[in-house]
C-alpha cells in the first residue's frame, strides 16, 4: 500500500511539473489588464459589427442631407447637321440644293434648391438620432466586452492564488510527511501516522494539480476571449491585491445610471428617431417648394 502511494504521489508531482512548463520554443508573454482589455476590443466581433454600424448609420444621414442641398447639373449639346432647301420648298436657282453641314453647340446648367421639403427634413432628422443611437450601441458592446474581459482576468488571477495556496498546502503536507517519518524512526509515531501523512501529502499534491489545471483554463479562455493563439503560454503580470471600492447611495446611482448608461441612452434616441419618422410620414400630404434656375449658351 505504501509503495502504491508513493508511485500515485510521483506521478502527480511529474504533472504537476509538465503542466506548469511552458510549450518548447515559445516565449512566455506577460500580459496586464491594460493589454488584455484592448486586445479584446480589437479582436472581438461584436466591436467590429457595432462600428459597422455606426459607419452605415452615418452613411444614411448624409444620403438624406444630400436631399435638402442645392443640386447642380449640367448638360451639353453637339449638333453636326445638313440641310435639304427643296424639302423645305426653296429653290434658288444656282444654289445648291443641300446646305452644310453646320454645327451647333448649346450648354446649360440646372441648380435646384429645395425650399420646403418637410418629409426628407424630418427624416434627415431621424436618421441624426439613428446615428447617436448606433453610436451608443458601440459604446454598450465596448462596456460590455471591458466588463467580460476584467471578468475574466480576474477569475485568472483568483485561479493563479489558488495555484498559490494549493502550493504552501503540498510545503506543508511535506514537513508533516517528514516530521512524522522522523518521529517514526524517534520511536515516538507508529507507521499509520506516517502513512496517513504520506496520503495527506498526496492528496495536497493532487490538489495542486487540479489548481493548476483549473488556472490554465482560465488563461486559455482569456486568451480565447481577447484574440490571443491558444498555443502561446500566457502568464499574468498583475497579481490579485485587495482594493478598497467606494460605495455608491442608490439615488446617485440610478442617477448616474440614468444619465450615462449608453443601453438607455440608445433607446431614447431610437424613440426619438420614431418620432421624427412619425412627423416624416404625417407630413408627405403636405406641398413641397422648389426653386429652379437654368441658363443656356448656345454656340453656332
Not at 446648367?109 to 431621424?126: C, E, F, G, H, T
Amino acid at each position: 500500500m505504501r509503495k502504491a502511494a508513493l508511485i500515485s504521489a510521483i506521478l502527480v508531482v511529474g504533472l504537476c511539473v509538465a503542466s506548469a512548463t511552458p510549450a518548447s520554443g515559445q516565449a512566455l508573454y506577460r500580459l496586464t489588464l491594460k493589454e488584455a482589455i484592448e486586445k479584446g476590443l480589437q479582436n472581438n466581433l461584436r466591436v467590429l459589427v457595432a462600428g459597422t454600424q455606426v459607419e452605415e448609420a452615418e452613411g444614411t444621414r448624409q444620403r438624406r442631407l444630400a436631399r435638402l442641398l442645392p443640386r447642380v447639373r449640367g448638360e451639353s449639346l453637339a449638333n453636326m447637321q445638313t440641310r435639304n432647301l427643296r424639302a423645305f420648298g426653296i429653290d434658288v436657282p444656282g444654289a445648291p440644293d443641300i446646305v452644310g453641314p453646320f454645327s451647333n453647340y448649346d450648354f446649360r446648367a440646372y441648380v435646384d434648391q429645395p425650399l420646403l421639403d418637410l418629409p426628407n427634413y424630418y427624416r434627415w432628422k431621424a436618421s441624426r438620432q439613428q446615428e447617436q443611437a448606433a453610436r451608443h450601441d458601440y459604446q454598450d458592446v465596448r462596456d460590455l466586452i471591458i466588463r467580460q474581459v476584467a471578468a475574466l482576468y480576474l477569475d485568472a488571477q483568483a485561479a493563479a492564488a489558488r495555484v498559490d495556496a494549493a502550493a504552501s498546502r503540498v510545503t506543508t503536507a511535506e514537513e508533516l510527511y517528514r516530521l512524522a517519518r522522523d518521529q517514526r524512526e524517534a520511536g515516538v509515531a507508529t507507521g499509520v501516522d506516517v502513512l496517513r501523512a504520506e496520503v495527506e501529502l498526496a492528496n495536497e499534491r493532487q490538489r495542486l494539480l487540479e489548481a493548476r489545471n483549473t488556472a490554465e483554463q482560465a488563461l486559455l479562455t482569456l486568451a480565447r476571449a481577447i484574440g490571443v493563439d491558444l498555443s502561446t503560454p500566457l502568464e499574468l503580470a498583475e497579481p490579485l491585491d485587495f482594493k478598497p471600492v467606494t460605495t455608491l447611495e442608490i439615488g446617485a446611482a440610478v442617477a448616474s445610471a440614468l444619465d450615462k448608461r449608453a443601453d438607455y441612452l440608445s433607446l431614447q434616441t431610437r424613440q426619438q428617431a420614431l418620432q421624427e419618422e412619425e412627423k416624416s410620414n404625417r407630413a408627405r400630404r403636405l406641398p413641397r417648394l422648389k426653386a429652379s434656375c437654368t441658363n443656356s449658351s448656345p454656340k453656332n
